[in-house]
């Protein structure tokens, strides 16, 4: 029981209360790029979420069987993550070029974003390294099973709100809005806003 | 008409015209993030220039060897690569180490660096790609220093560097909310609608100039 909480905790920080978008502001490049439309942002999400499972698996496992014996994880690791990230998106890109033509014509330019998608490498390397764990509460022993469940809630939390703020962004395309606050800035007083709204979440469970 | 190419023209375009994260809109992750500290700015600000002016300038040497196909997994090594040498250098400084966290080896993601790589060295001759690193390195400096001046000024109300205060405004009760996540996203919001109301004037001042 005790276990089995802690590791709803830990996915439940990871996608909500320290939000990748919005608290912690990693991966904010393709988080404007792509919430212009609903449709993008869902494949979007889709992508990122197999990405970053992939990734952080791949790298977890680097790092524990290979980096970490030879005693050359601490000035190797950034890039061999950022190799296996690479070469996995280029492993999607070939994948959904394949399967999914319509899905391929609508993500085709943001895939080799996901490569820069600061996210993937963030969760790859707080994985394994302390990162966000020391700053809430949540005992972490770095091994398979919780590096999992992290990036798991990290992926789902860039999804919530990519996907939300997407469906909000088709609105705001309406929205009589004066005129030096067309665009790009009211699109990050509304990102203010959602902030704001996630900061609400750490105040449950004293996290 | 092909405008001439002088090194200064490539080195100050990075602070108005090509502005990174003003106008091209890369690179904002780390500027939203960092941006609650002066101290912190100073720091990054210099990593992402030495990695910037760095990497260009490697690029630019090699770039007649590398095939076309497998260009951006070396643009990425190499940036890496520099990007290692900041992580063990700002090590030696715990503090620094400890508040910038996972944002070191983030820098190899900056899409600024890789943008500048791909779209500019790779096809530069290395006094420009020099003179281009320096300049975007330069401008997203400046704007994240501005950025954070305004926000710990106003959100704490005093600027503390390297455990002196330098600024002390003598104000108790100021608006926390800008040094909190909200107001990253606000002050950039209000700076891009600066920049949004400069450009239309302009604009309108040059078909009232031209009728």
Not at chain 1, 124 to 149: C, D, H
Not at chain 2, 6 to 28: A, C, H, Q, R, Y
Not at chain 2, 173 to 179: A, G, K, Q
Request: glycine share 6%.
């Amino acid at each position: 029981m005790n276990e089995a909480w802690r590791y709803f905790l830990l996915f439940f920080g990871a996608s909500l209360v320290a939000n990748i978008l919005l608290i912690r502001f990693i991966a904010l490049c393709p988080f404007f790029g792509v919430s212009t439309r609903l449709e993008t942002s869902l494949g979007m999400s889709i992508s990122v979420i197999f990405v970053m499972t992939m990734a952080t698996s791949v790298s977890w496992i680097a790092w524990n069987w290979v980096l970490k014996p030879l005693g050359v994880g601490e000035f190797l690791y950034i890039p061999s993550f950022i190799l296996i990230i690479a070469s996995l998106v280029q492993f999607v890109e070939m994948v959904i070029k394949k399967t999914s033509p319509p899905l391929y014509r609508a993500m085709g330019i943001y895939l080799p974003l996901i490569t820069t998608n600061c996210a993937v490498l963030a969760a790859a390397t707080e994985s394994v390294k302390p990162g966000f764990f020391t700053k809430l509460n949540i005992t972490y022993n770095y091994g398979f099973p919780e590096a999992l469940v992290y990036t798991i809630g990290i992926a789902v939390g860039f999804s919530l709100v990519l996907i939300l703020f997407a469906a909000m962004r088709e609105r705001l395309e309406l929205a009589p809005v004066p005129k030096f606050f067309r665009g790009v800035p009211i699109a990050f007083i509304t990102a203010a806003l959602f902030s704001l709204a996630f900061m609400g979440f750490a105040g449950m469970f004293n996290l | 008409m092909e405008k001439e190419r002088t090194l200064w023209g490539e080195f100050s375009k990075g602070f108005i015209t090509t502005n990174p994260l003003l106008v091209l809109m890369v690179g904002l992750c780390s500027a939203l993030a960092i941006s609650t500290r002066v101290e912190n700015c100073i720091f990054m600000g210099l990593s992402v220039i030495f990695v910037l002016t760095c990497s260009n300038v490697i690029i630019s040497l090699i770039r007649n060897f590398i095939p076309d196909q497998v260009r951006i997994p070396i643009f990425i090594v190499v940036i890496a690569s520099f990007v290692t040498i900041v992580d063990l250098t700002l090590k030696t400084i715990p503090a620094v180490y400890e508040r910038l966290g996972v944002w070191i080896p983030l820098i190899v993601v900056n899409c600024i660096i890789l943008a500048r790589a791909e779209g500019y060295a790779s096809g530069a001759k290395v006094s420009h790609a020099l003179m281009d690193g320096l300049g975007i390195g330069l401008g997203y400096t400046v704007v994240i220093l501005t950025m954070a001046v305004f926000r710990e000024l106003f959100g704490t109300g005093k600027i503390v560097l390297f455990d002196t205060t330098v600024i002390d405004l003598h104000i108790k009760s100021m608006p926390v909310i800008l040094i909190m996540f909200p107001g990253a996203f606000i002050t950039f919001a209000l700076f891009s609608a600066l920049l949004q109301w400069y450009q239309l004037r302009k604009k309108k001042k040059l078909e009232e100039g031209s009728p």
